[in-house]
Nanobody
Framework: QVQPVESGGGLVQPGGSLRLSCAHSEIIFSINAMYWYRQAPGKQRELVAT???????NYADSVKGRFTIARDNAKNTVNLQMDSLTPEDTAVYYC??????????????WGQGTQVTVTS
C-alpha cells in the first residue's frame, strides 16, 4: 500500500525549530494538494497547513507566521518548517496527499505520523 513517509520529528525546547518532511515519490497520480495535520493527546486531528498544486498555501490561525509549508518537486517531498515552537505544538504530525488519476478517480494518502514534543 502506498504511504507517504514523514520524518524530522523530535524533541525541542520552546522557541526552537523543527523541519518536517514528507516523502511521496511512490504516488503516481497527479497531486492536487498536500496537507499537514496534527493530533495532540486527547484532541481531535486538526489541519495545520495546506499547499495546492498551484502553490497556494493556507494555515491554521494557531500557526500563522510561525510555520511554513513548501514543496520540493525535485525530491518529491512536502516540508513543514516550524519556528517559535511552543508546548501547545506538541502532537503527532501527519502528512496527507490528495491525488487524482486521469479518470478523475481521486485518492487520499496518509502518512504514519511523526512525533513532535516541545518541552523545556
Amino acid at each position: 500500500q502506498v504511504q507517504p513517509v514523514e520524518s524530522g520529528g523530535g524533541l525541542v525546547q520552546p522557541g526552537g525549530s523543527l523541519r518536517l518532511s514528507c516523502a511521496h515519490s511512490e504516488i503516481i497520480f497527479s497531486i492536487n494538494a498536500m496537507y499537514w495535520y496534527r493530533q495532540a493527546p486527547g484532541k481531535q486531528r486538526e489541519l495545520v497547513a495546506t499547499i495546492t498544486s498551484g502553490g497556494s498555501t493556507n494555515y491554521a490561525d494557531s500557526v500563522k507566521g510561525r510555520f511554513t509549508i513548501a514543496r520540493d518537486n525535485a525530491k518529491n517531498t512536502v516540508n513543514l518548517q516550524m519556528d517559535s515552537l511552543t508546548p501547545e505544538d506538541t502532537a503527532v504530525y501527519y502528512c496527507k496527499i490528495y491525488a487524482c488519476g486521469r479518470d478523475r478517480t481521486c485518492y487520499t494518502y496518509w502518512g504514519q505520523g511523526t512525533q513532535v514534543t516541545v518541552t523545556s
